[in-house]
């Protein structure tokens, strides 16, 4: 009986405790610590692939969940919508700006894409936490690295840094970042690196929930050797599309071009993107009536 | 110029009056009794060429090889104790390869140059170490284009056109300043080191040596690798030919 009540305060504590709480909080035990039922009802959930360390606890704590119907204890992730592409002269990266605590919204104008050095910019998506330990981190280490070069640090480098702490950690990391810059060895390179650690480069490269709906899109739409303009107008059509489509994507389009001349942000107001199909103007929103300087409430 | 310590040159962790640590200087000495040791910056690539004064005629000809490559790009003639080179060696192709796994990249020669030598002078800060009995040239081809350093027992490291350590450095570093190394390519170069190695060479008081060079050039497609066998043969020719001038004379 002494066991039985260890075994539930671990599993009850277990959400909070370091870097495995968050297999906890969706729900998961480790099966050795499952009761002789959970481990029948585990067995015939099974869909034959071996659940492994992690298994599923009593359907009681799930349904609590969803009557609340909001789990503030969920971790902050950012369904998110990244995108990096070169041009002929550098990259131009581009984001969303929605940070989702399941389905709130905790903050409607983030900034997800981060400086790494001078010359190298990061776009970073999963879990919110995770992604920033792994920038400040890299930039720490790149920041070192230039000092004892003499010179900036080459996008190579930076994704590869960024890339052995992504594989290293990946039991611990939910995190797919892309690396882009322009440095004077290479030109403008992009690089992306995804949930297990791959370090890809590639020409241009996307990211986050949103980039599902974006695969199709790019295959049409991306040509060799954009001029600037254009390659910052196809990034943020591209954003605007995804936001469309994806519940974790919204809020603002923020882009960064980077080249030999240096760095540039910019920034696209939701309302200033384009509406797509079966989009609608707000009308009659409960917005313009509390802002509306007109004494009659509605103006039909 | 031999001075004598006298009490302040026993441990390489005493100041002389005068502000000299005699055991570095000591230590440099005995490179001097090496081998000389040249390399030359052409204007496509590094030449290192090394003076193997043989301690037997029973030895192998190719055995005992005083230049070793310390990464794909990048090589290390070494002069002085043998067995403290092997160390050094060692320690930059650990550096290198390190470098390369954590960063993604070659190293760049003149951060390989720094490393070096910051092992190099560790060796001369406390008294539980002595300080290594060998200078080492090092030359590499990056992608800032090719470079060649030089690093002394004493750590301290420079980055050269031409260089030459050793017994005949001297001589060498006079014929060296003849040549005309930005016109220069490696081919070339590698025919006047081997007639500088020649030359210097002390028929009186050593009697034979074998001559080994290096190159890493456009033409070795950026390796650091032996001088083709042909080019080796032509170069000895070329330098016993221009000896045999000389003497004429």
Known sequence: MHVRKIIREIRKVGRYLGNYGKFYREGKTPIVLLTKEENLRNKSVRSGKDLGFWGRQEQRQIRTKMDLNMDLNAPHSMGTTIIGVTYNGGVVLGADSRTSTGMYVANRASDKITQLTDNVYVCRSGSAADSQLVSDYVRYFLHQHTIQLGQPATVKVAANLIRLISYNNKNMLETGLIVGGWDKYEGGKIYGIPLGGTLIEQPFAIGGSGSSYLYGFFDQAWKEGMTKDEAEQLVVKAVSLAIARDGASGGVVRTVVINSEGVTRNFYPGDTLQLWHEELEPQNSLLDILNSPSPEPMNI | ?249
């Not at chain 2, 962790?13 to 390399?39: C, H, L, M, W």
């Not at chain 2, 081809?141 to 301290?156: F, N, T």
């Not at chain 2, 005309?180 to 040596?209: P, Q």
Request: net charge negative; glycine share 8%; with cysteine.
């Open chain 2, 1 to 249: 110029m031999s001075s004598i310590g006298t009490g302040y040159d026993l441990s390489v962790t005493t100041f002389s009056p005068d502000g000299r640590v005699f055991q570095i200087e000591y230590a440099a000495k005995a490179v001097d009794n090496s081998g000389t040791v040249i390399g030359i910056k052409c204007k496509d690539g590094i030449v290192m060429g090394v003076e193997k004064l043989i301690a037997s005629k029973m030895m192998l000809p190719g055995s005992n090889r005083r230049i070793h490559s310390v990464h794909r790009h990048s090589g290390m003639a070494v002069a002085g104790l043998a067995a403290d080179g092997r160390q050094i060696v060692a320690r930059a192709k650990s550096e290198a390869t390190n470098y390369q796994s954590v960063y993604g990249e070659p190293i760049p020669v003149k951060e390989l140059a720094d490393r070096v030598a910051s092992y190099v002078h560790l060796c001369t800060l406390y008294w539980w170490l002595r300080p290594f009995g060998c200078g080492v040239i090092l030359g590499g081809y990056d992608r800032d284009g090719p470079q060649l350093y030089v690093v002394e027992p004493s750590g301290i490291s420079y980055r050269y056109f031409g260089a030459a350590i050793g017994k005949g450095k001297q001589a060498a570093k006079t014929e060296i300043e003849k040549l005309n190394l930005s016109e220069m390519t490696c081919r070339e170069g590698v025919i006047e080191v081997a007639k500088i190695i020649y030359k210097v060479h002390d028929e009186a008081k050593d009697k034979a040596f074998e001559l080994e060079m290096s190159w890493v050039c456009d033409e070795s497609k950026q390796q650091h690798q032996k001088v083709p066998d042909n080019l080796l043969e032509e170069a000895k020719d070329a330098a016993r030919s221009a000896l045999e001038e000389m003497d004429a004379d």
